[in-house]
């Protein structure tokens, strides 16, 4: 019907009321155990991290590599209340952390990193492209934002086969501005899919940052004009995290369909390897790691819970023996056999979910991202490398030693 003059324009039309919203999240009370379990998990990303970072510095890890340190907290808190293999986690290329949150042997995401053919995804993904489907971990994705609608897809199987699941989305704020996310949030509400959106808003998307580039920076509103409610969380406490998926798991479990959840954290290093992370300042940087560390927070928590010094020690030392392990194992492994750098594809429609080689197409000479993940070990190169990487990043994530220049090397574009 034609809009009359008497009627009232849009702008003045009362807020829709009584939209109803999920309860405030409370910070969750652990049990001892798990918050030792917690605790342990986070760090354990964070050596595995350090460790990742030191090996690409040695040329053992080719192509990209974008490390997770600082935001263990939302990995951990999430997915410590989700259900492996029922319910499905798909993020971006940050994506090492997510995966060690979700039970992925450490020795095979590692092996990944180096191209090795005992890697998760053979070798042939490396750092950025890495799936389980066993654990319903579906990746590790390089383009922005494409995790948002797959992710919704993957709500959709949910729903559609009835298994009960539930789909986290991760995706960070410079994804957050993306038109696909918005298309794949109006699906998502039309159908009420089981989706957990969870905004890993680090302050910077690459060199900029949200206040620069974000129009509406409380990036837990996004989905208001979607009908999808959004809360706001600390990133950096692993318990407001746990707290925060209690309440997005009950909320899309019990089919009142997707959530938002924007995690305020923080990257310690650079956006990627190559990231001079000229865009902020040293006592920014070290603001967070002094001030908000989200290992240190459960470390004052496991202490108000009677967890003595040494008990912490001992939990370090058999974390770094796990890393020392993986590392090892990464560096043995046999590099993948030529023919099978080939091309993979997925068949999953006939015989079950199963990956596989496909050597007729090993001809075309494309580039695949194995390509780069297995490039750059030539052992030649290691000194050199180590010492152009050491120059290249502070531990900080902050630009140190030749100031001004930004090389890149062949071969690792900056992503
Ligand atoms: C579609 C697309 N556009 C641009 C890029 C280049 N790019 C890679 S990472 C990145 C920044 C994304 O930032 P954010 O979503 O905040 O994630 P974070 O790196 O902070 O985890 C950009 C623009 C890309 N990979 N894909
Ligand atoms: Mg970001």
């Given at each position: 019907m034609a809009r009359t003059a008497k009627?009232?324009?849009?702008?003045?039309?009362?807020?829709?009321?009584?939209?109803?919203?999920?309860?405030?999240?409370?910070?969750?009370?652990?049990?001892?155990?798990?918050?030792?379990?917690?605790?342990?998990?986070?760090?354990?990303?964070r050596r595995f991290e350090e460790r990742a970072g030191q090996l690409?510095?040695?040329?053992?890890?080719?192509?990209?590599?974008?490390?997770?340190?600082?935001?263990?907290?939302?990995?951990?808190?999430?997915?410590?209340?989700?259900t492996v293999a029922k319910d499905s986690v798909i993020?971006?290329?940050?994506?090492?952390?997510?995966?060690?949150?979700?039970?992925?042997?450490?020795?095979?995401?590692m092996a990944e990193l180096t191209g090795r053919a005992a890697g998760i995804s053979k070798g042939k993904g490396g750092s950025m492209h890495m799936f389980s489907v066993e654990h319903g971990f579906y990746g590790g994705h390089g383009i922005v934002g494409a995790q948002v609608p797959l992710g919704t897809g993957l709500a959709f199987k949910h729903k559609y086969s009835g298994d009960g699941g539930v789909c986290l989305s991760y995706f960070g704020d410079g994804a957050a501005?993306?038109?696909?996310?918005?298309?794949?949030?109006?699906?998502?509400?039309?159908?009420?899919?089981?989706?957990?959106?969870?905004?890993?808003n680090n302050k910077y998307a690459m060199g900029t940052s949200v206040e620069r580039s974000h129009s509406e920076p409380l990036l837990y509103r996004r989905g208001e004009s979607f009908r999808i409610p959004g809360i706001q969380v600390d990133g950096m406490d692993v318990l407001a995290v746990r707290g925060a998926a209690e309440v997005a798991l009950d909320w899309t479990r019990s089919g009142k369909g997707p959530i938002i959840i924007e995690f305020l954290t923080y990257r310690y290093r650079g956006h990627s390897m190559s990231d001079p992370a000229r865009y902020r300042s040293r006592e920014e940087v070290q603001g967070y790691?002094?001030?908000?560390?989200?290992?240190?927070?459960?470390?004052?928590?496991?202490?108000?819970?009677?967890?003595?010094?040494?008990?912490?020690?001992?939990?370090?030392?058999e974390i770094k023996d796990i890393v020392v392990q993986a590392a090892k194992f990464a560096e043995d492994a046999p590099e993948p056999p030529s023919p099978?750098?080939?091309?993979?594809?997925?068949?999953?429609?006939?015989?079950?979910?199963?990956?596989?080689?496909?050597?007729?197409?090993?001809?075309?000479?494309?580039?695949?991202?194995?390509?780069?993940?297995?490039?750059?070990?030539r052992r030649g190169e290691v000194g050199r490398r180590a010492r152009r990487d050491r120059d290249r990043q502070g531990d900080d994530g902050v630009r140190g030693g030749r100031r001004g220049q930004d090389r890149q090397d062949p071969g690792r574009g900056r992503h």
């Open positions: 009627q009232a324009p849009a702008s003045s039309e009362p807020p829709i009321p009584n939209r109803e919203r999920p309860p405030e999240p409370k910070r969750y009370e652990p049990s001892r155990d798990e918050l030792l379990r917690f605790y342990r998990e986070m760090l354990l990303i690409y510095g040695l040329g053992l890890i080719g192509g990209f590599c974008h490390l997770y340190i600082g935001q263990e907290a939302v990995a951990v808190g999430l997915q410590s209340a989700m993020t971006g290329y940050r994506d090492h952390g997510h995966m060690l949150a979700y039970g992925i042997d450490p020795k095979v995401i501005n993306q038109g696909q996310v918005y298309e794949a949030f109006n699906m998502a509400r039309l159908w009420n899919l089981p989706v957990i959106y969870a905004i890993e790691r002094e001030g908000r560390d989200p290992i240190e927070h459960a470390a004052r928590d496991l202490e108000a819970l009677g967890v003595g010094a040494d008990e912490l020690k001992a939990i370090d030392k099978s750098s080939a091309p993979t594809c997925w068949s999953g429609a006939t015989d079950g979910d199963r990956i596989e080689d496909a050597g007729a197409v090993a001809d075309h000479g494309g580039r695949h991202a194995g390509q780069v993940a297995g490039q750059g070990r």
